[in-house]
């Protein structure tokens, strides 16, 4: 119940979204303007609110990043094979793979990991949070860039062009700058904290918003196979790994439960903004949030009860 409470919010503000655009209270100006307002200032501001303010020597566990890594990397490996197999133009497997590695770990992970877990479990997974983005963010440039290279481009020409976008990425810095941040306890005068904290609240309503106005059922339907192999891949095979990787590794209890909820969180929100504006197919990336997040919490709450039924 506890994860439904956490998940279901998501999709009635999407519906709103949806009916904002039906009765035109919004239009694809106010939509295009949103992404990129939720994209350069509103998401970063979110990302060093989160990781700068937390406690990073005491709720830092490298197992946990690890296993996040590894699960993470070979995930985008396989996403990135099998759509080079499938007949996709170059915008659908930017967002298919992208889609496959990006976890919604702000806005479902962590409130699920504080019903589950507790404060100490909030902690640890705001750290975690902190090293999975840069990583999900890079991986998410290389899959949208990559495919919409020239093919008679040379490689190194290619990895300067992903090379600039991840260095001028706003996420990827805002999260870089918020371990760094919290690493060394610089502490946040007032006025800062109360500024970030206003402009955190409004990014995911505006964010889920523009999805749920620029979602059409109809294209999602002619997608809904790939979509459905997207989502399958995040929350089934990347979160397998992810406790295969952890167990090896000897983690159990809070911090194994931790891990998991936050390996096993639905494809991004901000996957829609980012294909919105790197060139990958929207339709689809709006397809797979849905799709996830819609069976985020049934997988969210077998993968806990397997972990309960195995003593771990």
């Known amino acids: 119940m506890e994860i439904l409470q956490a998940v279901l919010p998501v999709f009635l503000v999407i519906a709103i979204g949806a009916t904002a655009r039906r009765f035109r209270f919004i239009g694809d100006p106010f939509i295009d303007t949103a992404n990129r307002l939720v994209y350069y200032f509103l998401l970063p501001a979110l990302l060093f609110y989160k990781i700068g303010t ?3 020597r005491e709720a830092f566990n490298a197992h946990l990043v690890i296993g996040g890594y590894a699960a993470t990397v ?3 490996l ?4 099998l759509s080079r197999k499938m007949a996709i133009t170059p915008g659908e497997r930017g967002s298919f793979v992208q889609g496959a590695v990006r976890a919604n770990l702000a806005y479902v992970g962590l409130p699920v990991v504080f019903s589950a ?3 100490i479990g909030l902690t640890k997974a705001g750290i975690l949070l902190g090293f999975m983005v840069p990583l999900i963010n890079s991986l998410a440039i290389v899959a949208l860039v990559t495919p919409h290279g020239n093919g008679q481009e040379r490689g190194w020409e290619n990895a300067r ?9 706003p996420v990827l810095l805002s999260a870089f700058f918020g371990i760094l941040w919290s690493l060394f306890r610089i502490p946040l005068p007032a006025l800062a904290d109360r500024t970030l904290a206003i402009l955190s609240s409004a990014t995911l309503p505006l964010s889920l918003l523009c999805l749920g106005g620029a979602f059409s059922l109809e294209r999602a339907r002619t997608e809904f196979r790939i979509a459905a192999i997207s989502a399958a891949m995040k929350v089934l095979l990347l979160t397998a790994l992810a406790v295969a990787a952890y167990r090896w590794m000897g983690l159990a209890g809070d911090d194994l439960r931790v891990g998991v909820i936050m390996m096993g969180c639905p494809t991004a929100v901000v996957t829609y903004v980012m294909a919105s504006q790197l060139k990958g197919d929207t339709d689809l990336a ?3 949030i849905v799709l996830s997040t819609a069976v985020s919490a049934v997988t969210i709450t077998g993968w806990l009860f397997f972990l309960s039924a195995a003593g771990w």
Not at 78 to 81: I, K, Q, R, S
Not at 161 to 169: D, E, F, K, P, V
């Open 54 to 56: 937390s406690n990073f």
């Open 74 to 76: 070979v995930t985008f």
């Open 78 to 81: 396989v996403a990135t094979l």
């Open 117 to 119: 877990v507790g404060d």
């Open 161 to 169: 062009r992903i090379a600039y976008q991840l260095a001028i990425n």
């Open 286 to 288: 709006g397809t797979i």
